[in-house]
């Protein structure tokens, strides 16, 4: 009997472009959700070039609803998928963090919730799918489709980045590695913390991001022909079609992105004059650096530490009376206008706290701290290939070094924090973890085929919303017909690594 297959057809078509040529290299059955705004519906609509067996437009399944939420059904998906609906629902970043265009209300956050768990039971009931592709989960939509397939049996393979830069990890859990050995029975290679830190700069994943993702798409030209395409030819259907369009009318999203400008000159001004660029050698120092918010590696992977300033507090009191603690501000945080002038005097006022600039060279804080402390981030990793132990707030896949610390309870930190600083960590144990990650990891550079995607379609990330003619895409999936055979390639391997299990 043949695989069937599900796969998420999400806004950077990564999976559509995957499934191209998947269906000429795996013999199976292809099904796709497909959660994309109105101009590129049409192509979806239409396309003979990938041969699905069916097909839902997630947002068709979505509507205005003033009916009062079933909560006996919702309880019921709870029960029957092991999910907890609120943390998702709570945690949604156009629910409640990024709502700038419209107020969701109570039962209107239920109704879609209420009404995106029927159709994926749906799915799941009708189809019984053996696997579901996708990229790493960002919304709580998807978020809630991934852990419905997971805990119901679905095998899973989710494409995130790797925290090493020019790859990508495929696996069931994006914190997690699937192939897991015991570090102690790998060799050494004998690299030594020099050797390590240099290939961490060979595949810096930060600096990956910002040449490909973030530079490319801050462009004022892009910038200028997405406005052009927006405001001259967008129909704007979406803001009654798509619940993370609510309330964006072209007025409102004019206003939105000017202030949105004016608060990031504002702000970054604040930063420059405000924010430490040089550092005092002679204190010892605990290093916590700042995630990006809204972002998915607090909202889904930390979903009960998004409050990034009450973390600060908690680690600030959890320090020896001798230490400082630095905090940096991540560079990417540009991209959401940083954060308000008030939370950064917040965070500065605590007295033993000390603010970095987001250029601060990383190398140079990892090489003079003493500890460094993450919610979820991949600074961990890189830190210890300085030599310095971690503590993290949630499981991580580098969590398997033997330097790396969870915090299971607020109230252990300041016990966990003197133990780690007095810590010696060894370089093998992390020359042992890099022979196994890059056993977990996928050549497929997915940042770079990100930023073709963007280049392509998007006017460099500038806009989704967009038409996309099967001639454009036929062009695209031939010159880039290689990497996607050696993507696909990995997700048939994994396939028969899941049945061997």
Same mark, same amino acid.
């Given at each position: 009997?043949?695989?069937?297959?599900?796969?998420?057809?999400?806004?950077?078509?990564?999976?559509?472009?995957?499934?191209?040529?998947?269906?000429?290299?795996?013999?199976?059955?292809?099904?796709?959700?497909?959660?994309?705004?109105?101009?590129?519906?049409?192509?979806?609509?239409?396309?003979?070039?990938?041969?699905?067996?069916?097909?839902?437009?997630?947002?068709?399944?979505?509507?205005?609803?003033?009916? #009062?939420? @079933? $909560?006996?059904? !919702?309880? /019921?998906? +709870? &029960?029957?998928? #092991?999910? @907890? $609906?609120?943390? !998702?629902? /709570?945690? +949604? &970043?156009?629910?409640?963090?990024?709502?700038?265009?419209?107020?969701?209300?109570?039962?209107?956050?239920?109704?879609?919730?209420?009404?995106?768990?029927?159709?994926?039971?749906?799915?799941?009931?009708?189809?019984?799918?053996?696997?579901?592709?996708?990229?790493?989960?960002?919304?709580?939509?998807?978020?809630?489709?991934?852990?419905?397939?997971?805990?119901?049996?679905?095998?899973?393979?989710?494409?995130?980045?790797?925290?090493?830069?020019?790859?990508?990890?495929?696996?069931?859990?994006?914190?997690?590695?699937?192939?897991?050995?015991?570090?102690?029975?790998?060799?050494?290679?004998?690299?030594?913390?020099?050797?390590?830190?240099?290939?961490l700069r060979a595949f810096d994943l930060l600096k990956q991001l910002d040449n490909k993702i973030l530079k490319p798409g801050s462009g004022v030209l892009s910038s200028v022909k997405a406005a052009r395409e927006f405001f001259l030819h967008s129909d704007s259907r979406n803001t009654e079609t798509h619940y993370t369009?609510?309330?964006?009318?072209?007025?409102?999203?004019?206003?939105?992105?000017?202030?949105?400008?004016?608060?990031?000159?504002?702000?970054?001004?604040?930063?420059?004059?405000?924010?430490?660029?040089?550092?005092?050698?002679?204190?010892?120092?605990?290093?916590?650096?700042?995630?990006?918010?809204?972002?998915?590696?607090?909202?889904?992977?930390?979903?009960?530490?998004?409050?990034?300033?009450?973390?600060?507090?908690?680690?600030?009191?959890?320090?020896?009376?001798?230490?400082?603690?630095?905090?940096?501000?991540?560079?990417?945080?540009?991209?959401?206008?940083?954060?308000?002038?008030?939370?950064?005097?917040?965070?500065?006022?605590?007295?033993?706290?000390?603010?970095?600039?987001?250029?601060?060279?990383?190398?140079?804080?990892?090489?003079?701290?003493?500890?460094?402390?993450?919610?979820?981030?991949?600074?961990?990793?890189?830190?210890a290939c300085y030599g310095k132990p971690v503590i993290t707030f949630v499981d991580l896949n580098y969590s398997l070094l033997s330097s790396v610390h969870t915090m299971r309870n607020f109230n252990d930190l300041p016990k966990l924090v003197r133990e780690s600083l007095s810590e010696k960590v060894e370089p093998a144990?992390?020359?042992?973890?890099?022979?196994?990650?890059?056993?977990?990891?996928?050549?497929?550079?997915?940042?770079?085929?990100?930023?073709?995607?963007?280049?392509?379609?998007?006017?460099?990330?500038?806009?989704?919303?967009?038409?996309?003619?099967?001639?454009?895409?036929?062009?695209?999936?031939?010159?880039?017909?290689?990497?996607?055979?050696?993507?696909?390639?990995?997700?048939?391997?994994?396939?028969?690594?899941f049945k061997g299990i």
């Amino acid at each position: 009997m043949k695989d069937k297959i599900i796969f998420w057809l999400g806004n950077d078509y990564t999976h559509y472009c995957l499934s191209h040529v998947f269906q000429k290299s795996y013999d199976c059955d292809m099904y796709g959700i497909v959660e994309v705004t109105e101009r590129p519906k049409i192509f979806f609509q239409n396309q003979k070039i990938v041969k699905f067996e069916k097909v839902w437009f997630f947002h068709d399944h979505i509507k205005k609803k003033s009916d #009062k939420p @079933d $909560l006996d059904y !919702l309880a /019921q998906i +709870e &029960r029957e998928y #092991k999910v @907890d $609906l609120w943390k !998702l629902v /709570q945690n +949604e &970043r156009i629910f409640l963090y990024y709502n700038n265009f419209h107020k969701f209300s109570h039962d209107e956050m239920l109704n879609i919730l209420e009404q995106e768990c029927r159709l994926f039971d749906h799915i799941l009931k009708e189809i019984k799918p053996d696997f579901f592709f996708t990229k790493i989960t960002s919304l709580h939509h998807q978020e809630l489709f991934y852990q419905m397939c997971k805990n119901s049996g679905v095998k899973v393979q989710v494409l995130t980045y790797s925290v090493l830069g020019q790859h990508c990890m495929i696996a069931q859990e994006p914190a997690k590695l699937d192939h897991i050995e015991d570090l102690n029975k790998i060799e050494d290679k004998k690299r030594s913390f020099t050797d390590l830190q240099d290939y961490l700069r060979a595949f810096d994943l930060l600096k990956q991001l910002d040449n490909k993702i973030l530079k490319p798409g801050s462009g004022v030209l892009s910038s200028v022909k997405a406005a052009r395409e927006f405001f001259l030819h967008s129909d704007s259907r979406n803001t009654e079609t798509h619940y993370t369009y609510y309330g964006r009318t072209k007025l409102k999203v004019f206003f939105y992105y000017l202030n949105d400008y004016l608060k990031t000159k504002f702000r970054g001004s604040f930063i420059d004059r405000n924010l430490k660029t040089k550092m005092d050698r002679s204190e010892p120092f605990v290093y916590l650096p700042l995630h990006t918010e809204i972002e998915r590696s607090l909202l889904i992977a930390a979903p009960f530490y998004t409050n990034q300033i009450e973390a600060i507090r908690w680690i600030a009191k959890s320090l020896p009376i001798n230490y400082k603690l630095y905090v940096k501000e991540h560079p990417a945080q540009i991209a959401r206008a940083w954060r308000s002038v008030s939370e950064y005097k917040q965070i500065m006022s605590i007295p033993n706290v000390v603010l970095l600039h987001p250029k601060f060279p990383n190398d140079e804080i990892y090489k003079n701290c003493s500890l460094l402390i993450t919610i979820a981030g991949t600074a961990g990793f890189e830190a210890a290939c300085y030599g310095k132990p971690v503590i993290t707030f949630v499981d991580l896949n580098y969590s398997l070094l033997s330097s790396v610390h969870t915090m299971r309870n607020f109230n252990d930190l300041p016990k966990l924090v003197r133990e780690s600083l007095s810590e010696k960590v060894e370089p093998a144990s992390l020359d042992r973890y890099i022979s196994l990650l890059e056993k977990n990891i996928s050549k497929f550079d997915y940042a770079d085929f990100m930023a073709k995607l963007a280049d392509e379609f998007f006017y460099g990330n500038n806009l989704m919303d967009v038409n996309i003619s099967e001639t454009k895409m036929k062009s695209f999936l031939e010159k880039n017909y290689s990497l996607l055979q050696a993507l696909a390639d990995d997700h048939i391997r994994k396939i028969k690594w899941f049945k061997g299990i």
